[in-house]
């Protein structure tokens, strides 16, 4: 019903940017919360941003606080994450997660995710 794909990722020096994008197809994108969230090799899945329904409303674990912004387009069905100051910490597969009308920072209450797009920080 639901179908996110990410883009934008790649291989990056240490301090440098990436704008990953996340495109939604399927119905009442506007009744749920855009989240990304990310997985480094051998961890566990954290999150990263999410924003509300209106896009008014952000929310960033402290880990990217300050680096990363997180945006939605509700008339084009998208959501952005502009990634900066990158750090080797910030190396992991990024997820597109939506499906909740409220923030949640489990992954466990997203109904819908997207396949992942590898982030590289080099030193």
């Known amino acids: 019903q639901v179908q996110l794909v990410e883009s934008g990722g790649g291989l990056v020096h240490a301090g440098g940017s990436l704008r990953l994008s996340c495109t939604f197809s399927?119905?009442?994108?506007?009744?749920?919360?855009m989240s990304w969230f990310r997985q480094a090799a051998g961890k566990e899945r954290e999150f990263v941003a999410a924003v509300s329904r209106g896009g008014s409303d952000v929310y960033y674990a402290d880990s990217v606080k300050g680096r990363f912004s997180i945006s939605r387009d509700n008339a084009n069905k998208s959501a952005n994450l502009l990634m900066n100051s990158l750090k080797v910490e910030d190396t992991a597969v990024y997820y597109c997660?939506?499906?909740?009308?409220?923030?949640?920072?489990?992954?466990?209450?997203?109904?819908?995710w997207g396949p992942g797009t590898q982030v590289t920080v080099s030193s």
């Open positions: 399927g119905p009442y994108f506007s009744h749920y919360v």
């Open positions: 997660a939506t499906g909740t009308p409220v923030p949640k920072s489990e992954p466990r209450h997203y109904a819908f």
